[in-house]
């Protein structure tokens, strides 16, 4: 069974603090994917890691950071959170032409 | 640029009825097309790809969609609707070629099904 997980599920943050949020996968999958979804947008891209150490920039990679040391994790580092990053935030693998999504995490920057 | 459009935040219908949601694309080349199915306060889970040959593509749980180039759309279809498919529905393209496995995503239509 395909399965993406998500650490933590739910963060209460300030203003300011870092944020780190992990995403793994026991698949293998080369490329993975974070998104943020806000209510009435859809999925909107951050980052794309292609593989270890191979990242790009989604549609909107600003204020975000990410980090792939092993093929099975991929990392969103949020330095000096802001309100406006209140979101939450999904994380997926691809295999073939489909996607698998973790379960998300809710991010709340008070 | 690409983009998806899906006209309809929500749409509403009895079980039983048959349900089309709508879904319209931008892209200068041959598209890659997709449904995601968002159950509430649950993930997103695939239910359909179109990628080339044939119009009309069968999915999980029922679904089907019709990839019309004509009108660059690709609309979802179920007959009849069951009220277990109240869900919220992605309609997401990804360019072929060199844009790099990007998807992107429609803004969702909130599907209710009344029992």
């Known amino acids: 069974d395909m399965k993406v997980t998500q650490m933590p599920r739910y963060l209460i943050k300030r203003m300011g603090e870092n944020v780190l949020l992990e995403c793994g996968q026991d698949?293998?999958?080369?490329?993975m994917y974070w998104y943020r979804q806000d209510p009435g947008l859809g999925l909107q891209l951050i980052y794309i890691?292609?593989?270890?150490?191979?990242?790009s920039e989604g549609d909107i990679p600003k204020g975000y950071r990410v980090s792939r040391k092993k093929r099975e994790h991929f990392s969103l580092i949020l330095d000096s959170a802001k309100t406006n990053q209140t979101s939450v935030y999904f994380c997926?693998?691809?295999?073939?032409?489909?996607?698998?999504f973790g379960p998300g995490t809710r991010l709340t920057v008070l | 640029a690409q983009s998806v459009d899906q006209p309809d935040a929500h749409v509403t219908l009895y079980e039983g009825a048959s349900l089309e949601l709508r879904c319209s694309y931008s892209?200068?080349?041959?598209?890659?097309l997709f449904w995601y199915v968002q159950y509430p306060g649950q993930s997103l889970q695939f239910l359909l790809k179109?990628?080339?040959?044939?119009?009309v593509v069968k999915g999980t749980k029922g679904f089907e969609a019709e990839f019309r180039k004509s009108n660059s759309s690709f609309n979802l279809k179920k007959s009849p609707a069951h009220w277990s498919d109240s869900a919220k529905y992605f309609c997401a393209l990804e360019g072929g070629g060199n844009m790099g496995y990007k998807l992107t995503f429609g803004t969702g239509t909130s599907l209710l099904v009344d029992p």
């Open positions: 179109y990628i080339t040959g044939d119009a």
């Open positions: 892209y200068s080349a041959a598209p890659y």
């Open positions: 890691s292609y593989d270890v150490d191979s990242n």
């Open positions: 698949m293998s999958h080369e490329t």
């Open positions: 997926a693998s691809r295999l073939g032409y489909e996607q698998y």
